[in-house]
């Protein structure tokens, strides 16, 4: 059975920091990535990174958060740095096996407060 277990969502100021963790099994995975809902909006990439460490983001992201991942423990970080009230929604990790059949967490909450 494949699993995704997300941690880290937190309430914090804004300008601060956080880091999410997404804990992958059952399954090799090649690509992984970190989605967001804020509220009454549609459902969007922020980052991803291949199994080889190639890694795209958002632009709204950008220079601000980190994705990186441990082949080792099947496990995707996303370190936020810098972090603004638009920030906040639920965090959602994705991660695709090697027939690209994607997989979902069940997302966490990261709400930074103004």
């Known amino acids: 059975q494949v699993q995704l277990v997300e941690s880290g969502g937190a309430l914090v100021q804004a300008g601060g920091s956080l880091r999410l963790s997404c804990a992958a099994s059952g399954s090799i995975f090649s690509v992984m990535a970190w989605y967001r809902q804020a509220p009454d909006q549609q459902r969007e990439l922020v980052a991803d990174i291949t199994s080889g460490g190639d890694t795209d983001y958002a632009d709204s992201v950008k220079g601000r958060f980190t994705i990186s991942r441990n082949n080792a423990k099947n496990t995707v970080y996303l370190q936020m740095n810098s972090l603004k009230p638009e920030d906040t929604a639920v965090y959602y990790c994705?991660?695709?096996?090697?027939?690209?059949?994607?997989?979902w967490g069940q997302g966490t909450q990261v709400t930074v407060s103004s």
């Open positions: 994705n991660a695709k096996d090697i027939f690209r059949i994607g997989y």
